[in-house]
């Protein structure tokens, strides 16, 4: 059941998140953007870091909504994300983290977070 309410929440993050309207007037020809990293709007799970619990899900929703659950955590964390300075911050209830992309690919996504306590290395593997 608790898998369920996760994929829920991360199909309705998903969907909602390239929720626009266009404006009216002249349109331009639109510019050829690069592709997303593989790591943004999809569910992965942490499977190897010190100090998380094993099974936690991370979501990077391409409109910089981060979605946590953790293992018999009462609700999920909704957070942010963003690039900065060549890596990404994570800010989770108020608390901001610098993490480096260590790997990134479509099975596999590590990163190190730096948190005043020292640098962790979590390890992440897409959900299916």
Known sequence: MRHSALVLAAVLALTTAGCGMFGGGAQKAPKADPAPPPFINRVWQVVDAADIARGTY???????????????????????????????????????YPADILEQGEERFVIRLHRPGGAVDVRMVAVR
């Open 58 to 96: 991370y979501v990077f929703v391409s409109d910089n909504t981060l979605l946590v659950t953790a293992p018999g955590a009462p609700k999920p964390v909704l957070g942010r994300w963003h690039f900065a300075g060549g890596g990404l911050v994570l800010i989770e209830e108020g608390f901001r």
